[in-house]
């Protein structure tokens, strides 16, 4: 049986754990091409028009892989911690996408129900349940499966740690590499602070990585920070955040402004974005307090080129006069 | 120590009475208007749902009216009404304003912390003399809501337009006045008698219609530009999935709608499998529900860019689908006109009425009276 992969959303954050979990099982599995106009264009004509652009997208990739699959993996993804959710519309998509299914034709989905809110070790059963009732595996073949994929997204994570981004490390996304490098010069430190669904998504996002790196900056992601360092260094609100990958952002930017590992910070949001409409005010009164420059970014699927470019290029010479009027950043705090 | 919450529709009725018994100053915010929302929208985060907004707004004219502490409710999400506080919290300090703030977290997140937040707003306070005070407020709160919920159904056969709304206001006094547990079973009795006095037609052919949807939007007249007041006024008979008294019992059986919880999940199921947050499986369960009960439509309430409605939205065509019944959405903010909202909903009830004709086709018109209401609109 082949098994399509959505290139799209969660991917970027778990696609080793899952390709790897899916052909241990003997699956073949299949990722959908990465995000284009068609595929954009057709997700949107889809989707319910108040949707955030990622999961419009999402709706576009699930069509992309229509002919070509015999089943469409979308996990529920409720919770990846204790006390904590993912986003609402991570716990919704199987049902969104299953009340268009019928529409479209789109091939049965699988949906396993990755909870673990309540318990982290409920995890593992939830996965071997889901293998045994799927596909008939018997427990100590999943138990496998389950191992060979945690080892996959180990490898992943450290990938990640040794500096490296997402997209050097998943499949095909070396397109959206910069062409040429600007060389020499003092290159600035840039944090790209958002979701990996919107920032590693050239299309999404217009190749803002690649743009950056074209003008000489060098990038910082929350990706290359350990996930519970960034965990801890999100505890400083009254109240916890209940979302991870938010509360991820938030001890990014902890970090960065903390250590001044970033001249400046560009937060990268999807229009009517829920978590970050709110953590948004957060971000911009950190960047405040530690006088950090920091732009948001605002996309959706009506974004234009031009306006980022410009928008970008400015943000940059902006930290380059900083720099050059105050010898270095670390001096103006 | 001057307290203030945010409006929600009725809600500061209820906490009048419950500070009163707590024997803390309350302050109610100046009523909600254009301009609140105007305050509020200005601070808030650009794509903030509007709840959010008039919220601060709120916040913002009472504290300028004298208040000096806030509280606001919380929860543990995924949808953002439980982080509110925090962030409304930091906006408002950016602002320069000087405050205490309280947030109140449900009661099933730690009986403990929930019993402590009243012990720091009333010292001395003990969790028995607590449970008494929560318990006859709320059942104070209990006739408000049964107040409304039958007024939802009187105004669509009143027979002189406003009757209803008029003695609503005069039962809402009646009952605001009352303060021991034996003067609230009394004035709750009486403030339904007078009520049920609403002259009615008893025999005006009404359409029915259910609405469902986010809280805040269902229980805030501002925000939906009174809506069912303007539907009643119509001649439609309504009923409404949520309801305040139902949405702060910790069981969530839902008395006042009369489906519990459970229930809706369970009819919500076969097309939303799971707790969105929010009202989001309510809403869709809700629909299910208005549908087998042989309601005419469903109108769907929520704030621009609300994540579990829209995951409702986004299934709500498959239901309408399979269970044959029209569904209306509408998303508020801060741009939203009433005129806008106004010609969607008649269009919507035109629809309505045309599909019940067909159904009832031999029956001589059965719609004259709602129809005759209609037209005396335009």
Redesign the interface.
Known sequence: MRVGIPRSLLYYKYLPFWKTFLASVGLEVETSPMTNRKILADGVKVAENELCVPVKAFYGHCLALRDRVDALFVPRVVSMEERAYTCPKFLGLPDMIAAVAERLGLPPLLTPHLNQREKPSEFKWQLINFARDEFGIDRLDAVAALESAKLAQRQFQDGLAGGRTPLDLLPQSRLNRPRRRKAAGPSKRIGLLGHPYNIYDGYITQNLIARLEEIGAELVVPEMTDHHALMNAATDVPKQLYWTYEKEIMGAINLWTEKRQVDGVIYVLAFACGPDSLIQVLIEHRARTYNVPLMSLTIDEHSGEAGLVTRIEAFTDMLMRKRREHGNVEAVA | MKISAPHMGHLHLMLADLFQRMGVEYVKPPPTTTKTLQIGAKVS?????LP?KINLGNFIEALEAGADSLVMA?G?????F??????E???LR?LGYEFDFY?LEPFNDGAWKFYKLFESLSPGLSIRSLWKILKVSFSKGRAFDRLYKRALQIRACEINRGDTSRALKKAEAVLTAAYSPNEIEEAAAESMAILEAVERDPDRQVLKVGIVGEFYLLLEPFSNFGLEEFLGHMGVYLERSVWVTDWIAPNRNNIIYGYPKKLVKQKAAP????????E?QETVGSVVLFAERGFDGVIQLLP?????E??A???L??VQQYHDIPVLTL?FDEQSGRAGVITRVEAFLDLLSARRMKRNAGVAAPLEPAAAAMSERM
């Not at chain 2, 621009?304 to 579990?308: D, K, L, R, T």
């Open positions: 985060p650009e794509f903030a749902c959010l919380g543990h999400g995924p949808c953002r439980g982080y509110y506080g925090i962030v919290d930091r906006i950016d947030m097309y939303l499998n799971h707790n969105v947050g929010g989001g621009f860019g609300c994540m579990p829209n995951i939205t986004s299934i065509p498959k998303a």
